[in-house]
């Protein structure tokens, strides 16, 4: 596999790790990452509820998780760490302006377009601003916002196709459409983004992320232009993912039947696996009474059949009567759980045995 390039990050092995939240990829799964010689991607979605105890103000309890998750992975990690911030997150812009003073590798933000995420930064700032986009069109409008307000053109973008797990950037009927396979949308992204690499002579790496499992999956992607990949599912099945057992035994417990689309609080679908909770959902058995959290922008509290972000934290905690797990479209296909070293050992010889029987 060629290294990456982003900016002046040299990524050894062209692999990301998708952030997961909430909880699910925090400072163990970043750092075992980042030592392979990937990029760990710790999740900010749901710390003001993981490090409640510190503070009883969610925006202050999840800065104070953020910068404790950063420091832990660089105590433990070599590489290269990143955070995820989803724009439709409340504490959005406090969460990037400390991960900025933290001087993290990188930021990736999606859920909604960034379009004023490179203001955030400073004179003296290292980190790298990464949008996560559905499409050639959200390359186009955030390249010309960024160029024409900043003066700043993203160092990468990862397109996120719709077979990811979690949120997805799509309208449901566009979910099984093959003109929005990430197949027929990576060139697309590609070429659109090389417009703007020939115009400002800048190298734009495009990442394709959503549905990839396998060493023959990068292998596919990197043939058609991306520069690397971002994985999620396939490392929530790792010794080191930061989840509890029970939530790693949803994804191996998981039939093909099992991966379904459900409607989210936030307003876009989502993928997840079938749970107890998802069914008394569909009953209408669940209806939050207050918000304690007012954590996603877009949730409206009296239409919404229930907290996401409580559901997320059940599931991360393994309790699936009140929560459910979002997953990738390949989580059934997890047999075991193995360490981060044995999952890229896997992924390489995969794409190795893929490579020489193609050039055969």
Known sequence: MNTL???????????????????ISLSGLASAVANEGGIGVISA?????????????YTEAGNFGLKEEIRKAREKAKGIIGVNIMVALSDFTELVKTSIAEKVDIIFAGAGLPLDLPSFLQKDSTTKLVPIV?????????CEKWKNNFDYLPDA????????GGHLGYKENQLED????????????????????????QKIPVIAAGGIYTGEDIKRMIDLGAS?????TRFVTTTECDASTAFKESYL?????????????????GRAIHSNFLDKVREGLKQPKSCPFNCIKTCDISRSPYCIIMALYHAFKGNFEQGYAFAGSNAWRAERIMSVKETFAELMNEWKAKSLSTNK
């Open 5 to 23: 390039s982003i900016g002046d990050l040299k990524v050894r092995i062209p692999i990301i790790q998708g952030g997961m939240g909430v909880g």
């Open 45 to 57: 979605a749901g710390l003001g509820l993981l490090y409640k105890k510190f503070s009883s103000n």
């Open 134 to 142: 559905s499409g050639a069109r959200a390359v186009r409008i955030i």
């Open 157 to 164: 973008f990862i397109l996120e196709g719709p077979k990811a």
């Open 178 to 201: 093959a003109h929005f396979s990430l197949e027929e949308l990576l060139p697309q992204v590609v070429q659109e983004v090389a417009v703007y690499e020939e115009k400002y002579q």
């Open 228 to 232: 690397g990949v971002q994985l999620g």
């Open 253 to 269: 417990q998981a039939k093909e039947t099992d991966i379904e689309i459900i409607k989210s609080p936030v307003g876009m679908p």
